[in-house]
């Protein structure tokens, strides 16, 4: 593994929360943006790498595969490992997806494919239920590899 293949990732929302929680660039706060019912919880911890700029003006958004929950504000070194071409509300809303550079349980994982379960299914299911608790669409239009996840986020790095 080569550090050009790492990037930092703040956590908003960490594995298990049933609260989905978003950086404030204004204040510098992780404030609330929902809370879920039925138990429903995040399946992974979320974040965004900074010094990037998606369509939808936000930083790219990560998800950090992992057993435990990582703390809400942790800045984090990851490893991109895939990314979901993800539509939202009709707008393009692609989400990398990646597993911590210097956990000895991921070493080998270089892909999806890597993984001894696929999490596809699982984030099919995932935002399928976030489309329903937030009353508005999103479709999951597929998953892309290693390199694809690298070249979203260096098309949308900013300085």
Do not use: W
Not at 84 to 113: H, M, R, T
Not at 142 to 148: M, P, S, T
């Amino acid at each position: 593994m080569s550090d050009k293949d790492t990037v930092d990732v703040l956590i908003e929302t960490p594995k298990g929360s049933t609260i989905n929680y978003e950086y404030d660039e204004k204040s510098g706060a992780i404030k609330e943006k929902m809370r879920f019912s039925g138990g429903f919880s995040f399946i992974y911890n979320y974040g965004f790498i900074p010094k990037t700029k998606s369509e939808d003006g936000d930083c790219l958004d990560c998800f950090v595969l992992g057993s435990d929950p990582i703390e809400v504000k942790s800045l984090i070194k990851v490893r991109p490992i895939g990314m979901i071409d993800l539509i939202d509300k009709g707008e393009q809303d692609n989400k990398i997806i990646a597993v911590l550079a210097n956990d000895s349980f991921f070493e080998e994982v270089d892909s999806l494919e890597d993984l001894l379960e696929s999490p596809k299914e699982e984030f099919m299911k995932f935002f399928k239920e976030i489309a329903i608790q937030k009353k508005k669409k999103m479709k999951v239009r597929g998953f892309y590899g290693k390199g694809r996840a690298l070249e979203e986020i260096k098309n949308h790095r900013v300085e």
